[in-house]
């Protein structure tokens, strides 16, 4: 047999049904339910008189629209407790496990998925959400689909899907200290671009990624979406079986044992052929700020805002300058000397217990600069509980951060935690867009230690050189 | 779905690489659990002032562009999230094609779920199109999928353009996708068993 890719494993084990011409029917072994993309799904279904087909491989919580204040405090926005109500009711004798808000297991989709061990290697997994990359750390195929898909995998448990091509994003060297995650994946996006992975499944190999710890691996895969590819995914090895060992829902004894077995058949065999590859070198990556309102538009901690008269393409010029409009800032500017009103340390990207672990070291002993307001929030509940007995909450406390309950919070300007126009906000989140935290604010992605260090600076630092207490 | 043919209309040209959904339609508005009622929210922010009053600089406020049917946009349109909200604001408003020089792939894919034609033209004819649409506010254009033609009314320009016959024909005949994979649910059925994942 010619070697294959990982990803031609996982699709070709999961081809129910193949048509020349047509996209292949493929099985999905886990879809995750949130109530934003889903209440026009149950609703087709009603409407067409079907049922939903596996609600065993199917989880429900709420995560997008959910204030983040404490639960004893009401759901005040009508239209948004309406849509909350609206799972709860469309979930209602269905028999699909539903995590709401008051549920130990609820949080953000991609961070309850592997958190309670129902992501799994050699998966298939999909949510109406396009940051269901992020469980292709574990090494699955994950992706994110549209409300009229939702309503196809519950119908039918299946996907239609044209065969995505292959691209391998090989990280050699590791990864210089004080670069964390979610700057390599930023430093992969500035180099390929924001729709370089378009039609792809980008596999992260390398050195620098093999040596990630699975929230690392997240991070990564997280933020494929933003260099434009279906999905993104990386080999298991013993840190993938390790993570997935003795979580709620993984196989448990001899099952995992056999399970671990299968999953080691998984990585891409040697000499298998990518339509793509492309090399980074770790050693070349700084801590990155991105400067502008997409994820591409990224600079390194040490360099200055681009001047939009560098770029050589009319069309870069004009969405350079029209970034740097919206965002309020001067070409050639150093990014040290941006100056932040808000820090947001949370999104699926950088909310599991080891970017809040990472955050908290930074802060540790200080505190928040005066005039910064800076909030945490964790990605699930469980980790919140983690966080607590590690005693986290209270470094975060004693420094000025508000400690939040688990939600998307302000990663998307949808629920009350949003910027005021004209807010400048260090995020650990993974969109910059035009008004994507809330209507005229502007957006800085970073890593989680980078965010916590401009809150207690009141700007941009290099965490390279930042003095722990 | 309705079936989509033939089009013509006004196209509004709107300049930008990168549009987002996000942009699109802001999440603040995907409250909503109905299908219905998005196009008043399309590009909110773009084409509202902060008081309200609709933005005059914005091409959807241009007095000659009314009824528009197909939108004309730069490169990598509809990046971002996974919001079926996208499309739907998009269709609510009226327009049924979308022309970029490429498309996000999730967007790409919603579209045809919804009875929008997104088409793919070379960089270099999407900007010919791109200056005529800004030099003659309120031209029109049309486009037959079957035979996979679009062009100006004034004849001044003629595109053909590709598109999978699969989605065409889907398109073409206004087919229900669920109702497609469940003439093969023995087959779904059959891998359950085959893998062991019977419910
Ligand atoms: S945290 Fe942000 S990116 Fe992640 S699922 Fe929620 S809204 Fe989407």
């Not at chain 2, 998005?38 to 590009?43: A, S, T, V």
């Not at chain 2, 033609?149 to 996708?177: A, H, Q, T």
Request: hydrophobic letters at 40%; one cysteine or more.
């Amino acid at each position: 047999m010619p070697p294959k890719t990982m990803f031609d494993k996982i699709w070709d084990a999961h081809v129910v049904h193949q048509e020349s011409g047509a996209p292949s029917l493929i099985y999905i072994d886990l879809h995750l339910v949130h109530e934003v993309t889903s209440p026009q799904a149950f609703e087709g279904l009603r409407l067409a008189g079907r049922e939903v087909r596996r609600p065993d491989l199917t989880v429900a919580t709420v995560d997008h629209n959910t204030p983040t204040w404490e639960l004893s405090r009401p759901v005040v926005d009508p239209i948004s407790k309406r849509q909350l109500d609206a799972l709860a009711v469309n979930l209602k004798d269905t028999g699909i496990a539903f995590y709401d808000r008051f549920s130990r297991n609820q949080g953000i989709v991609h961070v309850i998925g592997p958190d309670l061990g129902y992501t799994q290697p050699g998966m298939t997994v999909v949510c109406g959400d396009s940051h269901t990359s992020t469980h292709g750390a574990l090494g699955c195929f994950a992706l994110g689909i549209g409300t009229s898909e939702v309503e196809h995998v519950l119908a039918t448990q299946t996907l239609r899907q044209f065969k995505p091509r292959t691209m391998e994003v090989r990280v050699k060297s590791p990864l210089p200290t004080g670069v964390e995650a979610k700057d390599l994946i930023l430093g992969i996006i500035g180099q390929i671009g924001v729709n370089g992975g378009a039609g792809h499944v980008i596999e992260y190999t390398g050195e620098a990624v093999r040596s990630l710890s699975m929230d690392g691996r997240m991070t990564v895969c997280n933020m494929s979406i933003e260099g434009g590819a279906r999905a993104g995914m990386i080999a298991p090895d013993e840190t993938t079986f390790e993570y997935v060992r003795g979580r709620s829902f993984a196989p448990k004894g001899d099952d995992f044992e056999a399970a671990v077995d299968r999953w080691r058949k998984l990585p891409s065999d040697d000499g298998a052929v990518f339509d793509r590859q492309v090399v980074i070198d770790a050693a070349s990556l700084e801590p990155f700020v991105t400067w502008g309102t997409n994820p591409g538009m990224v600079a390194k901690i040490t360099d200055r805002v681009p001047d939009p008269a560098s770029f050589q393409q009319p069309a870069e010029r004009e969405a350079a300058q029209r970034a740097l409009d919206y965002m309020a800032l001067e070409p050639d500017t150093p990014i040290q000397d941006i100056a932040i009103d808000r820090v947001f340390i949370g999104a699926c990207t950088n909310s599991r217990i080891e970017d809040l672990r990472a955050a908290a070291a930074v802060v540790k002993g200080k505190r928040v600069n005066n005039g910064v307001y800076a909030m945490v929030v964790p990605g699930s509940a469980r980790v919140k509980e983690e966080a607590e007995e590690e005693g986290l909450h209270r470094i975060f406390a004693d420094a000025g951060f508000d400690w939040r309950v688990a939600g998307c919070s302000m990663c998307l300007g949808m629920n009350p935690d949003v910027l005021q126009p004209g807010e400048r906000c260090a995020s650990t989140s993974n969109r910059n867009f035009e008004n994507r935290q809330g209507k005229g604010g502007r957006t800085h992605l970073v890593s989680p230690p980078m965010a916590a260090a401009a809150a207690i600076a009141g700007h941009f630092v290099d965490i390279r050189e930042w003095k722990t207490n | 779905m309705e079936p989509f043919t033939k089009l013509s209309g006004v196209a509004a040209p709107l300049d930008r690489v990168n549009v987002d959904t996000d942009q699109i339609i802001p999440a603040v508005h995907l409250k909503r659990i109905e299908r219905t009622g998005y196009g008043q929210f399309l590009f909110g922010p773009l084409r509202f002032n902060a008081d309200g009053e609709p933005n005059p600089d914005f091409i959807l406020n241009h007095p000659s562009i009314q009824n528009p049917k197909f939108l004309v946009a730069g490169r990598n349109f509809g990046c971002g999230s996974s919001r079926e909200h996208a499309p739907w604001a998009l269709e609510d408003y009226g327009f049924r094609c979308i022309i970029a020089p490429s498309f996000a792939d999730i967007f790409y894919n919603n579209c045809f779920q919804n009875g929008l034609l997104p088409v793919v033209l070379l960089e270099e004819q999407v900007a010919a199109l791109m200056d005529k649409l800004k030099q003659q506010p309120g031209a029109t254009l049309s486009v037959d999928l079957e035979a996979q033609r679009l062009w100006s009314d004034d004849g001044e320009f003629v595109f053909s353009f590709e598109v999978d016959p699969f989605r065409k024909r889907c398109l073409l005949d206004g087919l229900d996708d669920i109702g497609l994979t469940l003439l093969h649910e023995d087959k779904i059925s059959d891998y359950e068993r085959r893998m062991g994942v019977a419910g």
